[in-house]
Every structure is written in structure tokens, then in C-alpha cells.
């Protein structure tokens, strides 16, 4: 291969990417070629168009896409004729998506068989994979972003308390055979809550809230963050933390210090040397690799002026501390690679040094910085072994930082479970919601069963449908649950059970009471919500946002008030330019129409009997959670692919671009393999190409 | 367990109050001087003051008349030695609650946000109108504003202060009476001390930054505006600390354990910061608005006494937080009832102790405005509603508010948000909305 585009590929390239800014990359990199010189690989990839894909979009795409008049102004004819044109990824990318979700061809017009919509999408991510930086597959950007508040909060709980003291990595344990919860600690308060409470919020726009676009530093955020170790340093110090006797308390950094204040100091060192060890340990742990004497003496200089000014050791020993973990070193993520001078290198991709890895592995799985065996193995060279990475993510699963990592950073962002805690059911006709405190206990319903799935490693379709799930007594009496053992006591409750269910009517999260709930409006159900929902979390193909002239809030006239949910739904799709997104969303949600706006069970809606049943845009119908739950997992690879998604922008801190399609795939092969077990899922992100390498050179905006 | 552990880790101050109940008028006058303002007339000091959870309807509402024929709801009641200077306003609505309900409903309350624009949590933050009145009354004093708070429990940052920078962007609140005193007092060891860290990182930022290629040093820089801004801050906090008389404090050996004693702390130290015309502008929490069963506080950490509910409320009820309460409120009314009396008697400390402390030709309470109130509760129980919330006024705001010791009524629906509005053109900022206004109050001046 030439490894260098032709000037026909770079005119192509331009037209497609002008917005994206790829002209100043392709003029400063590409050596011009003559422009009838197709590189081989490409002519490979041209004649797999020509003979498999043209074919298809012929039969089932020129009728509209054609040359006259094309609809949506996009015209699939032109694209053979430059014959640049076919690896276009950004004109495919639509052209893929919709294809994808089967929003086209739109019903009513032939439709490709399953295979050829499978051939038809491999030749279009044949085209993605063609897109090279300098003949490097692009992993993407990877900007030095900020801590997002979860991470300064997890990183200092593990750079200060001990470990011993974080609530374990599953919220319960089980009593043996009758799958009684013995202990549930639902939400202890994080040690470091107190960084919640006094950093701005983040967003999570872009699904989650390590996508680095949106951590920026505004300018008050020093004076906060200073605010911040401030109330840490006080609790470390405070009188409750020196109490408890032989048990140190959970501040270990306190230990260490009081170690070095009370002495005996090793041998032939000095006060100030041991305390300089321990700064140093600090800075490591904290700035993500090793931090040399020197590098620590400027810190320690700060523990010097203030014994200089008189102060006493606690008082000393505060000041570097409090330097280090407001330290850009330690808040801002990837601005210190080890290959310096990033500026002048020549590769316009590199891979990861160890270090960089070794926190990439750790902000990933639990939200705060490496611990010592990952440190060790960075220091040995050995992370790049896609070996140990398996084994080290493998046992990173089973600890306890994964709660406020992994779960409360993807499970529950990949949910949407801020957006479904807004729920606000009306309060008289739903009075049971808010006496029971069921939106409380139908979240722990959530946490319960996610935590589980993950833990014992299940296959990641059981978030679609389940035989198990854990219920207490209100719940279950919500449910409509028989012979439920537990008994509601009387100020909580009463007993949680892992419960086996016997019919689908209930298990998977799609029937938990806290989606139902936090998919509806407070007196009524929304298909529209829930289809959303489910096309964004579970089939990860959200629909487009309504266009921007259309009165998004259903007219609830006067004379509309008894129409069930489904007439409202239908009078709104008599307005075509509504129907065109809302056949692919109302559907799925009229399928859980058999559950009221709280999440209970019901046969009729204003009276009349539910029709819970729906026709896909491909023309597949269905009636009914059942057979939703059976649709659903009938596409086992869409909901793979989703999951695999969602976890691989978690992980790199960005939204996917089109160049992440041929990762996607490998990765969702790979769960299928093995089970769709959710640890294949994360082994496979941190092994993937873009988590392990870093690009260079920028594609400027 | 949880909540024992959070408050005992808190030094706390006691008994502020009392050692600090000096003259310091004489010595502040100087400063006041300085800013330009003529020594006999008095500044205009504004406080919010936050009613936890909501107040029940029908205990709150119900005042009426004027003067002396003023006649006091039960809720009320406690109130009767200050009632000349209030202004019971009733009949207006709150913001949206966030989703999640009225546990979020502090963040909105003073919102300036228009309808339905929302932050990360879906709730109607933005910047509030305590910051939009200092930026104009506070203006020559050591502080803009001064925010407190006298919940430090629960992760929810939309039930723990009112004040906001922006949508999303909290100003959060000082829990720690220490803190607070420092704050107004100066510190300037504490200030030299952060210098020196400031130093250091922003030394760290601009190598690192150093080491990257152009397209990476852009959230560098912006760490670097960061360390810059803070350090012009203490800067200029730096510059006038010398000329401020600082209160001797007899330091404090044992904190408060419950919340009489932090909110009277609190007290004591929003009244000092207006005697000594710190700040002009303040707001406070005064308890938890919190849903976390746990932690919502029990009649006994009020220091309420159970005896007087024999046989008026179930004996289990007794033990209920405040929240519980409120979602239970049928059986528990006269409890809900005493926990809002319990709150209504902290606002007396505070109108008493601003009365108590003469200023040029009237009271601290003359020339002050404390709004009272909160954004839940009203009728439409349970579920805190937004129609009809608890609400208002006391001192005379030096002129601005003449007739005072009335109760007004408003139509039902008129949104709070006109009464920011009208206190906004009432203070001499031209306005023409505020938040969800409609339109200003008339019959207030």
C-alpha cells in the first residue's frame, strides 16, 4: 500500500470533511500522487462496492435517491460516477445510520432482505475503515480534559482514605437459600461527598460525563477546588478521625503522617526527608506516575516556609498536600505525557505509554487514579499485553471502587438514570407513589439488579429481559407480586428478595418501575418517551429531535380527555411531518401501554381495553411487553452494538465518529462470542484500538 | 449513625453571640464613610432567609388586617412582638419544582432563569437575585455577599443554598460558622498560604503546558486563568485587611450538637456581618430540606417537646422527621404545624436582634428587609405545592418599605417572581422582568 491519498482522494476528502477542518491535515500530510493513481487497497475496496453494495442501493435506493428531484437531497447515483466519491465516510455515515435502524427504505417500499441489509452495511464499513491518518487506522482525539466531579471526588477518597472503609463492591449480601437480603446499604453517603456539594455540576451532555469537550475550567474553579481540600484536610484532622483506637480511623494519610510526626523516623533520616517520602508517594499516586525528588522539592519547599513561619507539623504538613491535589497534574487528565515535546513529533498517532495506559484502565473502570499493581505493572512495561489487560480489568471488576466507577459512571449514565429520577407522578392520584416512597425503592430495584448482573458477570441481554430481579414488600405489592414472604415493617420497607419471576411481565430493566415511571408525564403514560428510550439505551439509535417548528407538547383539548393514550398517539401521527420519526418510536412505547404512569400493571386505559400492540417500520408487529422482550432479543447484535457503544464513548471520553464503526464492530463480535457476558464487553473497550493509542497530529477546527 | 458523625466532624462555634454583642457600630463607621455614603443615612441591608420543606397552609395563612388589628396565624403567632414591622404577603406562587420534586425546590427559588430553561438536573437555576441586589447595594463593602447555610447534610446541591453564579453554577454556601467569621474578618495568614500554593501549581501548569502540542494546551490555560483570577481575589481582599477591626472571639471549645444552637450561631453571625456592614446582601438556609429519611430532623433535635402532642397525634407519628411528615400529613398536621412554628421563632431571634441594635436614627431592622419564606408547600398538600407559598416581609428597608404591619393579599397565581422584581425596582435597579414575572407589585411601598 502507498500509505498516501491520491489528489483525487484529497479533493473528495475536502468536500466531505470542509466542515470538519480535514484540509489544513490532508495539505500538510498527504504527498500528491497523480490523480488517476488509485491506491490498491482502495481499488479493493471500490470493486466490493461496485459488485456489492451499488447493486443493492439501485434496487432499493435510486427510486427516491436518484438523479432528479432526490428526496432529502441526497443523490446515491453520483456516488460511482467521481469514483473518489465511495469512500466518503461522511456521506455514508446517514446513508449507514438509517439503514442501521431500519428507517429505510421507508415501509411501503421494498424492503431488503436480512442479508442484504447485512451486506449492504459491511460495504459501507469497509468504506469507514479506509479512513487513515498517514495510513494509521485514527483512534480520535484525546485533549487534556479536567477531573469531572465523580473523578475528583473517587480520586481523593482513594489518594486519602483507606480502602477498608469503602462501602464494598456489591450494595448487599444475601442470606443463603430463600434469597433473603441480610444487608442492603443502598446509598452511603460517599466519604467525599462534600466535593458534590461544592464543584459546579457536570453535564452529561454526549450521554456521559467524561466526554472531555464539555470539562473546561472556568475561572472561579481554583478558588473551589482549594475549597475542597480544604473541608478534606479538616476531616482528616478533625477529632473524629483521630478517635477509634487501634482502628486508625478510614484517613490513612493521616496515618502516615502521624507515623512521621511522633516518630521514631527510619534511620539517619531527617524530619523534613521523611516527609518529602511521603509527598513524593502522594505526588505519584496523584499525578499518575512517578514523580522524581526533584520534581516533589518544590512542594516540600511549601511544608519548609511554613515550619519557617512557626507553624506546627499539622499545620506544615497541610500545605503541600492541599498544593498536590490542586495541582493541574492531578486535575487535568492526559496534559502530561511522558514523550515530551508532543508539538514536534512526526507519527500523527502513538500508542499510549504506560503510564497514560495505566490511568486510562483505572479512570475507566473506577473513576480514580491507578493503584500500586497497576503502577507496578506500568512500571515493568507490562500493560500493553493485551493479556494483562484482560486479567488486570478482570480484577479491577471486583473491586470496590467500581461502584462509583463503572456503575455509577456508565450503568447508570448509559440508563439515563438522572433523567428517569426526575419522574413527578401527581401527587393525589398517585398518592401511593409518594406514601410507599416507591420512586426510592423502585431505584434501588435498579441498583440491586444491576449490580448483580454485573458482579456474577451475566450476558448483557438480561438488561432486556430477566427471570430474576429483587423486590421488598411494597414493591412486590405494587407489582402484583403472590405470595411475596417479606412483610413491609413500619418505618422502611421491611426485607429485600432476590425473586425469581414466572411470567414476562416483570424482569429486565425495560419493566422496572423506575423506567415506566420516569418515562411518563405525571398523569399519564408517553409511548414517545418510552420509545426513546428504548431506542436510545437499548437499540442506541436515538431518533432524530423533532424539527425545530413543530409544537413539541401533545394539545390536550378539552374534548380530548377521553381518549386513550393510543387515539392521541394516532391523531398525531396523522401529521406526516410527525409521523416520519414517530412510526419508529411510538410503537415500542405502545407496547408497555399494559403499565400505568407509575409502573403498575393494567388492562384499561380510560375505560376501554389496551391495545399494547405495534408495527415496526419493517413490518414487524408485536403485541405486548412479551413480545417486545422476544423482538428485542431477536436482534441480539442491535443490542450488543448499542451496549458496546455506549461503553466505548464512556471510555474514550468522546462521542463516536464514523472512523470507530470497524471497533465497534470487532468488539460486538467478540461479546457475541463469548456469551454477550458484560466483562467481555469491558475487556474488549480497554483492549481496543482508540482506548490504547492517542492521536497527535491535530485535525484542526 | 451517618448524620452524628457528619456534624460532630464540624468544629463548630459557640455562644458567638454573646461575646460579640459590642459596640461595633462607631468603629465601623469610617468604612462606611468610605464608600460614600453619608454618615447619617444608613445602608440598605436585604437577608433571605429559607423556610426548610414548606410551610402547611393552614396554619401559615389566615393573618389579617393591619396595625394593631393585625391579627397572627397560629404559625404565625410567635411573631406577635415584631409584627408592626412585617409584611405578611399572601396569595403568590413559587417557581417549578426540579424533577424530583420540592427537595430541589431551594435552587430556583430566587432564580432569574427564564420559564423552563434548566441546568444538567433539569431544574431552573441561574443566577439569583441576591447576586443581581449586591452587585448594586453592596458595592464599596468588603464583601458582595454572604451566603450560609445551615444544611451540611445530603449530596442534593439544590436543596442546600440559594444562591447561584449561573444556570448549573452554584455559589454555594458556608456551613462553617468559623469559616464565616473568617471570611469577614480576614485572614491574612490563610491568604499568604494559598499564595504560596498558587505559586506552585501555576508553575506545574506552565510547564506541562510547555510539553504540549498547541491543539492540547487550551485547558491549561484555562487552569492558568483560574490561578490568576484567585490570586487578583485574595489580591484584593489582601489590601483593606489591615484597616478592619476584628470582634475579639473567645474561641469555642464545644459545638453545637443540634440545630438550635448552629441556627442561632448563624444568626448571630448574619446579624454581625450587618452591624458591621460587612456585606449587604445575605442568604440562609435555615434547616434540611431533604427527603433522606435518616436525616431529616426529629422533634427532639429541635427541642420540641412530644408531651404537648399527647392525643393529638398517633404515638408513632412522633418520631417522624419533618419530611415524613409532610408526605403523611393528614395525621401528622400538628406536627408539620410545630416544626414550621419552631422555624418562624428563628426568624424572631433574628428580627429581635436586628431591632436590638440601634443605627444612626432608627434600628439595624429600620434600614434592613429580611425576606422570609420558601418555594413549597402553600396548599395542596401533600406534595408540596406551588400555589400559595409561605411569604414575607420585615424591617423597612430604610424607607423603602413604609407601611408595614399589614397583611396583603395578592390574586391567586402571582408569581413570586414579581416580588424579586418589585424588591429589584425597590432597591434602584431598573428592571422591567425577573425569572417568571408578570409584572411588579403595586402595593407594596
Known sequence: MTGHPSIGWILAACLAFAGLGFLSFFLSFGTVQGAEEVPAENKAVRDVYSQAVRPLLARYCFSCHGEKNPKGGLNLTSFPDRKESAIEPQTWKPVWERVKSRQMPPPGRPQPAAQERERLLSGIEDVFAQHTLDGHPDPGPLHPRRLNVREYRNSLRDLVVARSSQPRRLTYSLAAADGRIRFFDSQPEHVCAFVDRTLPQDTNDGGFDTIGENLSIPPFLMEKYLRCTKILLDEAFSANAKSGGDFAGPWQLRVRWERIQKGPLPKNATLREAVAGLLRELATSAFRRPVTRAEVEKYVQLFDLAQGKGEDFETSIRLPIQAILVSPRFVVLWGDPVVSAEGKATAPVRPLDSYELASRLSYFVWSSPADQELLRLAAQGKLNDPQVIEEQVRRMLKERRVRYGLMEGFVYQWLQLDKLERAAPDAERYAVYFQNNLGELMKRELILFTDTLTFEDRSILEFVDADWGFLCQPLAEHYEIANFPGKKLRDSEGPWYRWKFTDKQRGGVLTMGVVLTGTSQPLRTSPVARGKWILETILGTPPPPPPPDVDNVLKEEKQDNNLTVRQRMERHRANAACASCHRLIDPLGMALETFDPIGKWRDKDQGQPIDASGTLTDGVTFRGIAELKALLLSRKEDVVRSFVEHMLAYALGRKLEYYDAPTVTQITKAVVQDDCKFSRVVVEVARSYPFRQRRLKEVEK | ?445
Open chain 2, 1 to 445: 449513625m451517618t448524620r452524628r458523625r457528619q456534624i460532630s466532624r464540624r468544629t463548630l462555634l459557640q455562644g458567638i453571640g454573646a461575646t460579640v454583642a459590642l459596640p461595633w457600630l462607631e468603629a465601623m463607621e469610617p468604612s462606611r464613610a468610605k464608600a460614600g455614603m453619608a454618615a447619617q443615612k444608613s445602608p440598605l441591608r436585604i437577608a433571605f432567609l429559607y423556610h426548610p420543606i414548606g410551610a402547611e397552609a393552614t396554619a401559615w395563612k389566615g393573618s389579617t388586617g393591619a396595625g394593631q388589628q393585625l391579627q397572627l396565624s397560629p404559625t404565625l403567632s410567635p411573631l406577635e412582638p415584631v409584627k408592626d414591622a412585617l409584611l405578611i404577603l399572601d396569595g403568590l406562587s413559587g417557581r417549578q419544582h426540579p424533577p424530583g420534586g420540592h427537595m430541589g425546590a431551594a435552587g430556583p427559588y430566587l432564580s432569574s432563569s427564564s420559564p423552563g430553561k434548566t441546568d444538567a438536573w433539569g431544574a431552573e437555576t441561574g443566577l439569583t437575585l441576591d447576586q443581581v441586589l449586591a452587585a448594586r447595594i453592596s458595592a464599596g463593602v468588603r464583601l458582595r455577599s454572604l451566603e450560609m447555610s445551615c444544611n451540611n447534610i445530603g449530596r442534593n446541591m439544590h436543596s442546600r443554598f440559594i444562591s447561584w453564579r449561573a444556570p448549573g453554577v452554584p455559589l454555594g454556601a458556608e456551613t462553617d460558622p468559623r469559616e464565616i467569621f473568617a471570611c469577614m474578618f480576614g485572614d491574612p495568614k490563610g491568604d499568604f498560604y494559598r499564595r504560596s500554593i498558587l505559586d506552585v501549581v501555576g508553575e506545574d501548569a506552565r510547564r506541562l503546558k510547555a510539553n504540549l502540542g498547541r491543539a492540547d494546551q487550551g485547558r491549561l490555560d484555562e487552569y492558568l486563568e483560574s490561578v490568576r483570577t484567585l490570586e487578583r481575589q485574595i489580591e484584593g481582599s489582601g489590601r483593606d485587611s489591615g484597616k478592619r477591626p476584628a470582634p475579639q472571639l473567645a474561641v469555642p471549645e464545644k459545638q453545637p450538637q443540634d440545630l438550635p444552637e448552629y441556627v442561632k450561631l448563624m444568626a448571630d453571625l448574619l446579624v454581625l456581618a450587618f452591624q458591621t456592614d460587612q456585606t449587604r446582601v445575605a442568604t440562609c438556609i435555615l434547616g434540611d430540606e431533604t427527603n433522606e429519611g435518616t436525616y431529616a430532623r426529629r422533634l427532639a433535635q429541635l427541642g420540641i417537646d412530644k408531651e404537648q402532642f399527647a392525643g393529638k397525634v398517633e404515638a408513632k407519628y412522633l418520631d417522624f422527621g419533618h419530611h415524613s411528615c409532610t408526605h403523611d400529613p393528614v395525621p401528622t398536621r400538628p406536627l408539620i404545624q410545630a416544626y414550621d412554628r419552631w422555624y418562624v421563632q428563628r426568624l424572631l431571634y433574628v428580627l429581635e436582634r436586628l431591632r436590638s441594635i440601634r443605627e444612626g436614627d432608627g434600628t439595624l431592622l429600620d434600614h434592613s428587609v429580611v425576606v422570609y419564606g420558601c418555594a413549597s408547600g402553600g396548599t395542596g398538600w401533600p406534595g408540596h405545592g406551588l400555589k400559595d407559598v409561605a411569604c414575607l416581609l420585615a424591617g423597612k428597608g430604610g424607607g423603602l418599605l413604609k407601611r408595614t404591619g399589614r397583611q396583603v393579599q395578592f390574586p391567586p397565581g402571582t408569581p413570586l417572581s414579581n416580588l424579586w422584581l418589585t424588591l429589584l425596582q425597590l432597591a434602584g435597579i431598573e428592571r422591567k422582568e425577573f425569572g417568571v414575572s408578570t409584572g411588579s407589585l403595586s402595593d407594596l411601598g
